[in-house]
């Protein structure tokens, strides 16, 4: 009974909080329009029964997401957005990683502390803090006239680059920490094998040291792009009104045009889209938890 128990609390869990809002909002997605009908009124009439209740449905609002082609530039902007974002958070993410599992082991809590401190403080100020950075008066260009870089400030934010910024900034622990795990577990005499066999450094770091940390890697990149691909407050606050990202056209069509039937459709299809990483992001745990047994 005690084993019944254990096992049935998580799926309860995942019943309440992810199947059962899914399904309602699916439900509102095969709906009619209907303009500032607000989601949390029944989805469900117990009088007019199950037949009624599924003739009512139609995939026109899926259909309309076809029709419309700022939904599919906004799904190609968000997916290609997310992609760079996650190539720039490798490329900055691994030498962080790299640096922490080399250094004295007196000092690898304290990097590691530095690497979560941000945590400690709210995103959204975070996201802000960086609108002060980046704007055409903020501390980057004062510094850089201050240099002599540049003789006119620069233009960041609102702009792409300003929202690679945020997201690289924002989801860098979360690619460090898994290479960083993986690194650390690494035996440093391999490397100093193959360098006996005639590697040089740098061919012994390509040939045994990026090879062992893969699923450091692959873990990295995909908690990386599943936040990236539906990013909301980043491209609102720092990318301005030019960066079209799928988040954005979410809110607007939940919170701005009120039609709840066309934003579960949105939100079903990213859902979708997402389940691909998830699942291979779930093979590769799987897989590195059978290495590890």
Same mark, same amino acid.
């Given at each position: 009974m005690r084993r019944f128990l254990l096992i049935a609390v998580p799926y309860l869990w995942l019943l309440a909080l992810f199947l059962v809002p899914f399904f309602i909002v699916l439900k509102i997605s095969l709906s009619d329009t209907a303009l500032m009908? +607000?989601?949390y009124l029944p989805q469900f009439d117990w009088?007019?029964? #199950?037949?009624? /209740?599924?003739?009512?449905?139609?995939?026109?609002?899926?259909?309309?997401?076809?029709?419309?082609?700022?939904?599919?530039?906004?799904?190609?902007?968000s997916l290609r957005i997310a992609l760079i974002s996650t190539v720039l958070t490798l490329l900055a993410g691994?030498?962080?990683?790299?640096?922490?599992?080399?250094? +004295?082991?007196?000092?690898?809590?304290?990097?590691?502390?530095?690497? #979560?401190?941000? /945590?400690w403080t709210s995103f959204l100020i975070r996201v802000y803090a960086w609108m002060g950075i980046l704007s055409n008066e903020g501390f980057l260009n004062q510094f850089l006239l201050w240099t002599g870089i540049?003789?006119?400030?620069?233009?960041?934010?609102?702009?792409?680059t300003a929202v690679y910024i945020g997201i690289v900034y924002t989801y860098l622990p979360f690619m460090v920490?898994?290479?960083?795990?993986?690194?650390?577990?690494?035996?440093?005499?391999?490397?100093?094998?193959?360098e006996d066999l005639g590697c040089s450094r740098l061919s012994a770091f390509w040939l045994v040291t990026v090879p062992l940390s893969r699923n450091g890697i692959i873990a990295g990149s995909f908690l990386v792009f599943i936040p990236a691909l539906g990013?909301?407050?980043?491209?609102?606050?720092?990318?301005?009104?030019?960066?079209?990202m799928i988040g954005k056209v979410l809110w607007e069509e939940f919170f701005s045009n009120r039609d709840w039937p066309v934003a579960s459709a949105v939100a079903v299809v990213l859902l979708l889209i997402l389940i691909?990483?998830?699942?291979?992001?779930?093979?590769?745990q799987q897989k590195q938890a059978e290495a590890d047994q």
């Open positions: 009908r +607000p989601p009088a007019t029964g #199950i037949r009624a /209740f599924v003739k009512d449905l139609d995939f026109e609002n899926f259909w309309f997401l076809t029709t419309d082609a700022l939904y599919w530039k906004a799904y190609l902007s691994y030498p962080i990683a790299y640096a922490m599992a080399r250094a +004295p082991e007196e000092w690898r809590p304290t990097l590691m502390m530095l690497i #979560i401190l941000p /945590f540049i003789s006119e400030p620069l233009t960041i934010l609102n702009t792409s920490l898994p290479i960083y795990a993986a690194l650390e577990r690494m035996d440093e005499s391999l490397n100093e094998a193959a990013e909301f407050v980043i491209p609102s606050l720092l990318g301005g009104s030019g960066t079209l691909v990483p998830i699942v291979l992001f779930q093979r590769n």
